[in-house]
């Protein structure tokens, strides 16, 4: 079963932040991040190993709670170049529902 | 130099026909993925296969039959095409399975049925 997403869209406005969580009915050993950007293939962002762990990627950073089978990314001072789906996915390489991210200028 | 590529990239052909989508990593992975994406973007798994074997396989008719000749191919074969099967097909990669590695991504088939 795939972890559910939420929101399933958002529009920002250049420079606000948004928060895409993702959750888990099953144990989640692991959360991975990938964004797939319009016609392309999804890539990588980053990978959250054990709860609690947080991470960052430029101004993206993700957070993980192991015991609630969640994880949370975060985007701040959003850039038009953050449009894209994003997936969070399981070690199993079971992904997420998406969620839709459009930034306007 | 691509490290997961996929041929065709688009690919229409007519209800009932069997067609094939090839897809070939150089990364040395020894785990690939095929994943199908529909026009509401939920990027669904359908197999995985660890070292040519079968590892995962979801609830997909046994109208798509996978074949993995060696650790760098992964080839799905699908049989009497249906109107439902028009979707991006993307094949995936990684080192290793349940060990927390990227996965690589292709560039994605795009199947329309008619």
């Known amino acids: 079963q795939q972890p559910v997403q939420s929101p399933q869209a958002v529009i920002l406005r250049e420079g606000e932040d948004a928060v895409i969580n993702c959750s888990s009915s099953?144990?989640?050993?692991?959360v991975h991040w990938y964004r797939q950007k319009h016609g392309e293939a999804p890539v990588f962002l980053m990978i959250?190993?054990?709860?609690?762990e947080q991470k960052g990627h430029e101004k993206i950073s993700a957070s993980f709670n192991e015991k609630k089978q969640q994880s949370s990314l975060y985007l701040t001072a959003s850039q038009l170049s953050y449009s894209g789906t994003y997936f969070c996915?399981?070690?199993?390489?079971?992904f997420g529902t998406g969620t839709r991210l459009k930034v306007l200028a | 130099d691509t490290a997961v590529s996929q041929t065709p990239k688009y690919l229409v052909t007519q209800m009932g026909n069997d067609k094939s989508i090839k897809c070939e990593q150089n990364?040395?992975?020894?785990?690939m993925y095929w994943y199908k994406q529909d026009s509401k973007k939920f990027l669904k798994i359908m197999f995985s296969?660890?070292?040519?074997?079968?590892?995962i396989n979801e609830t997909v008719p046994n109208r798509f039959s996978p074949k993995s000749p060696d650790k760098a191919h992964l080839n799905l074969h699908i049989n009497s095409l249906e109107l439902g099967d028009s979707a991006v097909y993307f094949c995936?990669?990684?080192?290793?399975?349940?060990?927390?590695?990227?996965?690589?991504f292709g560039q994605g088939t795009r199947l329309t049925v008619v």
């Open positions: 995936a990669s990684s080192q290793g399975f349940f060990r927390n590695t990227e996965a690589f």
């Open positions: 099953k144990a989640l050993y692991s």
């Open positions: 959250l190993l054990k709860g609690g």
């Open positions: 996915g399981t070690i199993k390489y079971i």
């Open positions: 990364l040395g992975h020894d785990t």
């Open positions: 296969y660890n070292n040519k074997e079968l590892i």
